[in-house]
């Protein structure tokens, strides 16, 4: 897809936008899901793809000088960020404990994790 686009004239901007909104969510799908248990070789086969595309939008540059030229990190530092942002999320959830009047009410599921699982 990339080349074809190249080819009809899009822009290196253009395609660094597409990349980034139809290939990349695809490489980082479920990423926090599998990301802690993913085998090194596996990480590099999934970079492989990457280094592919931004190499055919920008021929004859390192893949080094194409990340920073276009503000992109490697896929497993980005992995990594967004496990950290799922962490940090997760931790920050702190909910106000509601008033409870009856114990039916208290010993219902939402009051009661509410109350245990914080």
Same mark, same amino acid.
């Given at each position: 897809?990339?080349?074809?686009?190249?080819?009809?004239?899009?822009?290196?901007?253009?395609?660094?936008?597409?990349?980034?909104?139809?290939?990349?969510?695809?490489?980082?799908?479920?990423?926090?899901?599998?990301?802690?248990?993913?085998?090194?070789?596996?990480?590099?086969?999934?970079?492989?793809?990457?280094?592919?595309?931004?190499?055919?939008?920008?021929?004859?540059?390192?893949?080094?000088?194409?990340? /920073?030229?276009? $503000?992109?990190?490697? +896929?497993? !530092?980005? &992995?990594?960020?967004?496990?950290? @942002?799922?962490?940090?999320? /997760?931790?920050? $959830?702190?909910?106000? +404990?509601? !008033?409870? &009047?009856?114990?039916?009410?208290? @010993?219902?599921?939402?009051?009661?994790?509410?109350?245990?699982?914080?």
């Amino acid at each position: 897809m990339l080349y074809q686009l190249k080819r009809a004239g899009i822009t290196q901007k253009d395609l660094v936008s597409v990349y980034v909104s139809v290939v990349r969510p695809v490489l980082e799908y479920a990423c926090p899901v599998w990301h802690t248990n993913l085998p090194q070789y596996l990480s590099d086969n999934i970079e492989v793809i990457q280094k592919r595309a931004l190499k055919c939008i920008f021929p004859g540059l390192g893949y080094a000088e194409i990340l /920073r030229r276009v $503000n992109l990190d490697t +896929l497993n !530092v980005r &992995r990594d960020s967004i496990c950290q @942002n799922i962490l940090n999320v /997760r931790q920050q $959830n702190v909910y106000p +404990l509601p !008033v409870t &009047r009856t114990n039916r009410f208290r @010993n219902s599921f939402i009051p009661w994790a509410l109350y245990n699982c914080q």
